[in-house]
């Protein structure tokens, strides 16, 4: 994933239910009855997104974790974003948008 990818989130679905938990934050899809545990950071990424109302690229992300953590590394947040953006994808909150 390289870092000049943009990001946006995939807009609410009403098929979705969210419950807070300890771990993150679970998501069920009533139109495929699947269950998905996001992680926290998962998660910020999403909040993040939607506050800034536009795509923003792997690299801002980076940037924005960073600046929550700044005691990790920027190749650290690198690699949790990229795994966090993969798992988003997949659960369709995220899409990868063109420039």
Do not use: N
Not at 33 to 45: A, I, N, V
Not at 68 to 80: D, G, I, K, V, Y
């Amino acid at each position: 994933m390289e870092g000049t990818a943009l990001w946006a989130c995939a807009g609410a679905s009403d098929q979705l239910l969210y419950k807070d938990v300890e771990d993150g934050r679970l998501i069920y899809d009533r139109s495929s009855g699947e269950t998905r545990l996001l992680s926290h950071l998962s998660q910020f990424l999403v909040e993040w997104l939607e506050a800034q109302g536009h795509p923003a690229s792997t690299a801002d992300l980076v940037l924005a974790v960073h600046a929550e953590e700044p005691e990790s590394s920027t190749q650290e947040c690198l690699a949790a974003v990229e795994t966090a953006l993969a798992a988003l994808s997949e659960a369709h909150l995220l899409r990868q948008v063109a420039r």
